[in-house]
């Protein structure tokens, strides 16, 4: 299993480091050639979503990319990754991939919360400690949207088909748990290809 790391700007090294910990391959996504290669899974990784929007658009990735999410390849998404996959971001005109119908709210605990940490559980995953770093919150969903998550009534964690979205940022703590899950996804659709 070789899973793309989205590496354009944010925390993606932390990814890296926690499939590592975990004996998982992974390779970075850093130009449109780098989208050729053959990964079994994406990762997009916290950070700031109008720059690497911005990128994404500019390095002429995000249309390869869209369609691979679109064709089901298993994404996860943290925290500024949450902002690229939704269909909808408040106050804000344009979505990234919007591959998951939802609206996100950037930005969203106000500046005082701006960075918290809590523990909580997720459904398929179980208990895990939540960092959030100015973190989204989504504030509507289709019910086709699985939800995975919430703190204080607020929605933090989804599935949609075999994208997970997070508003916190599972590579900054120690479980593995969430990175678990992602990979039994992957494994769940290789085994399901023809070989
Ligand atoms: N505030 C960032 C944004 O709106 C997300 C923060 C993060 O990824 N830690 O894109």
Redesign the pocket.
Known sequence: MVIGVLALQ??FIEHENMLHTLGVSCIELRNAEDLKKKYDGIIL????????RKLLYGLGMHSTLQQQIQNGIPVLA??????LLASQIEQQDTPCFATIPMTVR??AYGRQLGSFHTVSTVKHVGTVPMT?????YVTKAEPSVELLASVDDKIVGVQYGRQLAFAF?PELDESTRIHQYFMKLIEERQSQQPV
Do not use: D, K, L, Y
């Not at 990784?45 to 690497?52: A, D, N, R």
């Not at 943290?78 to 902002?83: D, P, Q």
């Open positions: 944010g925390a990784p916290g950070g700031e979503s109008t720059v690497q943290t925290c500024a990754g949450m902002i950037r930005n959030f770093i100015r973190a989204p940022h």
